[in-house]
């Protein structure tokens, strides 16, 4: 694999005319990612921590003469905050801000509120490993009648039912976000706009999947960091011509 923390793949200058750009920023820590926890559609939110990297994501990100017309986001109050911290840091409160639950962290079944290390022990990290890295393998589904299902929340009232998940795998997570991307984001970018959306982990790894064509073996290996913008750059196609994390020392 080719990714890490620090600017990979910058092209020589000319190649940047004519180009669009997107920016993808996993939320900042949250209050299960602390305690270790399945979280998946569970709406907990940030820690202090977390506060922080969406702040220093936003000042990163104005420092180095960034700036967006329309940003996207699940409807999980991580995400949501994150994108408060980025905006405000950008003073960039007034743009739309369209919630989808399209881009919602992927559903972590009968998992979620487990901790990782216990789950582990129990089934061995193998297993864990395949339920939490695998493309297409998900984990265990949440009964119907548990109440950890999302039927009753009023934020996915306008969902079909047969649309809420009971769990999913990377892959049901990739199909379920490109509806959203197909008939909004990407005609934004490609309208010129400067589109921002902060996510999830894995709904960020469905997204650089799809975009960078990461075969279903290589995408194991993937993981996205809290709270550190990904800056792609696309090609009319919407092909990636370069990506990278923006951080302290690459912004300079
Ligand atoms: O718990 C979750 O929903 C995700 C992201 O925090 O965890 P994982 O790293 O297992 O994909």
Redesign the pocket.
């Known amino acids: 694999m080719i990714w890490r923390t620090t600017a990979v793949h910058r092209p020589p200058y000319y190649l940047y005319i004519y180009m669009y750009q997107l920016v993808l920023i996993r939320h900042g820590q ?1 209050t ?2 602390n305690e270790n ?4 559609w569970i709406d907990v939110d940030l820690t202090h921590k977390g506060i922080a990297e969406a702040q220093q994501a936003g000042m990163l990100l104005k420092q180095a003469g960034y700036t967006f017309d329309v940003a996207y986001t699940s409807v999980l109050k991580r995400a949501i905050r994150t994108l408060w911290h980025v905006q405000d840091k950008m003073d960039l409160m007034y743009i739309p801000v369209v919630h989808s639950w399209r881009l919602n ?2 559903h ?1 079944g009968a998992l979620s509120g487990l901790n ?1 290390a216990e789950t582990a022990a129990k089934y061995g990290n193998e297993q864990v490993l395949i339920w ?2 695998s493309y297409d393998t998900p984990p265990p589904a949440l009964n119907p009648s548990d109440p950890r299902t999302s039927y009753y929340d009023a934020r996915y009232a306008d969902v079909p039912r047969e649309l809420i998940p009971l769990t999913e795998s990377l892959k049901d997570a990739v199909g379920r976000a490109l509806p959203i991307w197909n008939k909004s984001i990407a005609p934004a970018i490609q309208a010129g706009r400067s589109v921002l959306i902060t996510a ?3 709904s960020i790894r469905a997204l650089v999947k799809y975009l960078n064509e990461v075969s279903d073996t290589d995408i194991v290996g993937l ?1 996205i960091p809290n709270g550190v913008p990904l800056i792609y750059k696309l090609d009319e196609s919407l092909k990636p011509i370069t990506y990278y994390y923006l951080t302290a020392e690459s912004a300079h």
């Open positions: 949250s299960w990612n926890r399945f979280t998946g962290e992927r972590y990782k939490r890295r999830h982990g894995n993981n």
